[in-house]
């Protein structure tokens, strides 16, 4: 026996706007199939009347097609659609099969006349939805020019909490992760690392090398957060550091015209290292194998592809191994210099203020991973009281793996930069024994996580050429 199928809809502007329930148009339409009717029920909450993708209508006239629907009763014709052309393409549909189509605002009449009326009715709707769309549209650009915040959609790693926009403290740690792990890997292989340890993407899905890159690209994680494409800024909590965003943006247009393939070998110099002959970016990636095994180098990123401004690039390449120690030799016995290596770092001063961030941030983690682990337990305690199901308790399990995977990992980072940058108080102290403390760390420093982390606090720049020539500067000199 087919049914009275009920459908009601309403898009988020308009619930906003007009106050329209779906609720309320349940209610009508029910009164309308009257008492004693057999009514499945179809509602569409928050989606446009301007699409006719949606998934309860989907569902509805899927039902029509096996004959399993009779009636259907909407409240107004704008419920079924906001399009004129969608509209009559329902409608047709529905006689196509023998469903009768009543409304509670409206009087259905299919002759030709009533069919002229009825799409009449139809434009003006679409016409309505409109203008309403050009007014929220305004609105949102008159809030965006005023420095409000004017849209609903958050980026990745921030909420909308009261009209003002905060960190969501899990996808901010792993904003923060993606970010360290950028200066020394690329895109495809933060996807991967990501997918590994489970961390979900924005919509629970894996996460994609154009989505990390999306992310690391987005200089709304410095504090100011565009609106309606620039015409204003809001401000919101700053995730990243500015130098820390410059360096990966360095790092990201170093790594565009490598050699195909990822870097499966160590590399001390990545982002580091300029070409002395175009001054462009130098990456590894470059190798061959020999009696020994596989010997790696450095290339300039102009070699394998022509450069905008001119031809390949007719540099040389490096043995990575034998660079790489020629550099962190030489910058072992410059810190050794300590009038040198003063000038650079302030007396002590700037190593003791990023000491001091370092620190802060290693107890924010703690406290964070602390946090995560009392959770876990409250979990399984919930679990054997009954509280909560297996599939939710490992659901839950999975989401605290995946945040203590991030943190464990951001820790590990932190640990390589605190061991790399650590003094002493400086207070009181000569600045011989300051660069003596550095020299103490530095030539016990074996892991490559270390050694980079030092030439990231030293801001340390490698020139390679032209010929066998290689010039190091630090402080951020050009």
Known sequence: MAVTAVYARVSTDEQVEHGTSLDEQVRLCRLRAGDGSEVAEFVDAGVTGTNMDRPQLRALLERVRRHEIGRVIVYDPDRLS????????IVDELRRHGVELDFVNFQADLSPDGRLLFTVRGAISEFEAHRIKQRMYAGKQARARAGQVAAGTPIYGYRLV???WEEEPHEAQVVRLMFEWALDHGTWEIARRLNERGVPARFGGRWAQSSVLGILRNASYLGRMSQMRGLGSVPVPALVSETQFRRVQRALGGRRTRPQGRATHPYLLTEHLRC??????????????????????????????????GGRCA???WRSDRLDALVWTAL????QDAEACGEVLGGGQDAARVLGELEAQQAALARQTERLEAERGRVVRAFRRALISEHDLARQQRELEAELGVLAERTRLLLARLRATRVPDTEGLRL??????????VTGLEELDARRA????????????PGDRVLLRLGGED
């Open 332 to 335: 072992v016995q410059w810190i």
């Open 454 to 465: 030092v030439l990231a606090a030293l801001r340390v720049r490698v020139i390679a050429g």
């Open 82 to 89: 906001r399009n004129v052309t969608h509209l009559l393409l």
């Open 432 to 441: 011989a024994e300051i660069v003596a403390a550095l020299v103490a760390d």
């Open 276 to 309: 002395g002959v175009c001054g462009r970016s130098m990456c590894g990636g470059y190798g061959r194998a020999n009696k020994s095994g596989y010997v790696t180098y450095y290339g300039c990123t102009a070699k394998s592809k022509a450069s905008s401004s």
């Open 162 to 164: 009261h009209g003002t």
């Open 315 to 317: 540099s040389r390449f």
